[in-house]
């Protein structure tokens, strides 16, 4: 999202010819203080031109990089996404290239449209359900009657849509130990990393019923988009109960 507004704004008048030529030619004089006015001009196109098909590039780039974390995504999605961003790239800079204005416009907002859109699929069009619905289905082939069910910390705000049971939401540690410890059957869902701790710390025996990996947007770092690892950036997420 944030290379694609980088992109929008490249396709601003704030980074037009008029404007980075302020930046690029004082640059090259104090580089090459010889250099020529008419080499200066040619840099400049040059430069321009590559920049259209690397800003496409990039966001291709990014999103294959992104691969281990979208762990829904199917292949085929993911390289048309790649390629249609790479083909968008391709032909704004050939539009640059002839230098018509007129269709340079029209370029620039088929590009943006056709990578956002690609973007849009590569990252929605799984080749299964969401985590949050493989939850919901692991959830109803447990359920044996009406015992209470719960979240700690996990899928809090939408479980509840896709089973259609009221989920108890188990705010802190304290919560989820009562919870848990109850002398009836319960069923909670509950993140691996909170989990191991609560069963150490309390002495709990819990039986898990299914998991699920989940990648949580809440906790993306800076190493998350420069170095994705799904054993580090994925949280297994699981379905508890305490008979």
């Known amino acids: 999202m944030i290379w694609l507004a980088f992109i929008f704004i490249g396709s601003t008048d704030l980074m037009s010819a008029e404007h980075t030529s302020r930046i690029i030619g004082p640059l090259l004089h104090w580089l090459f203080p010889t250099i020529s006015p008419f080499t200066v001009l040619r840099v400049q196109f040059f430069m321009r031109k ?115 049971v009221k989920q108890t939401d188990l705010i802190d540690e304290a919560e989820a130990v009562a919870f848990l410890t109850q002398p009836q059957r319960v069923l909670c869902v509950v993140p691996n990393e909170l989990l191991q701790p609560l069963e150490l710390k309390y002495n709990l025996h819990l039986r898990r019923l299914g998991e699920v990996l989940y990648f949580n947007p809440n906790g993306v770092r800076l190493r998350t988009l420069l170095s994705p690892q799904p054993e580090r950036d994925l949280e297994t997420v699981w379905l508890v109960t305490n008979q």
């Open 50 to 164: 590559l920049a259209h098909v690397s800003e496409y590039a990039i966001l291709a780039v990014l999103l294959y990089r992104a691969r281990p974390l979208l762990f829904a995504l199917s292949p085929v999605s993911g390289l048309i996404g790649t390629t249609v961003m790479i083909v968008a790239g391709l032909a704004l800079a050939c539009a640059a290239w002839l230098r018509r204005h007129t269709l340079l416009a029209i370029a620039q907002t088929a590009a943006a449209t056709a990578a956002l859109a690609a973007l849009h699929y590569s990252v929605y069009t799984t080749a299964d359900l969401e985590p949050v619905q493989r939850m919901a289905r692991i959830f109803a082939e447990n359920r044996q009657a009406n015992e209470p069910s719960g979240t700690y910390r996990a899928f809090v705000r939408n479980l509840v849509f896709y089973t259609g």
